[in-house]
């Protein structure tokens, strides 16, 4: 089992930044691929990034240029760093750690990023 936490959300105005931080506890050595994805209200739950154990990374079109992922191994934590923020990006952001090898699919509890004009 792996579980997630999410941490680092709240209130920024239009052209702001923030970072979240994901902290994985359990069996992290099995992680194989986390990533971030974002529900906004009477949406559907999106993938914003993705990033694999080597380090390859795959973004969303609607971020690419503005948000970065990353991944400290040894702190079994993952980033987002996310500048030039817009309303759109208003959402509960989501954590998710994959593990290949039973097929494991981990969620955060999320957190909520408003973004105001």
């Known amino acids: 089992q792996v579980q997630l936490v999410e941490s680092g959300g709240g209130l920024v105005q239009a052209g702001g930044s923030l970072r979240l931080s994901c902290t994985a506890s359990?069996?992290?050595?099995?992680?194989?691929?986390m990533g971030w994805y974002r529900q906004a209200p009477g949406k559907e739950r999106e993938l914003v990034a993705v990033?694999?154990?080597?380090?390859?990374?795959n973004y969303a079109d609607s971020v690419k240029g503005r948000f970065a992922i990353s991944r400290d191994n040894a702190k079994n934590t993952m980033y987002l760093q996310m500048n030039s923020l817009t309303p759109e990006d208003t959402a509960v952001y989501y954590c998710?750690?994959?593990?290949?090898?039973?097929?494991?699919?981990?969620w955060g509890q999320g957190t909520q990023v408003t973004v105001s004009s």
């Open positions: 990033i694999g154990n080597g380090g390859s990374t």
């Open positions: 998710n750690a994959r593990v290949v090898l039973w097929n494991g699919n981990y």
């Open positions: 359990g069996s992290t050595t099995a992680i194989a691929v």
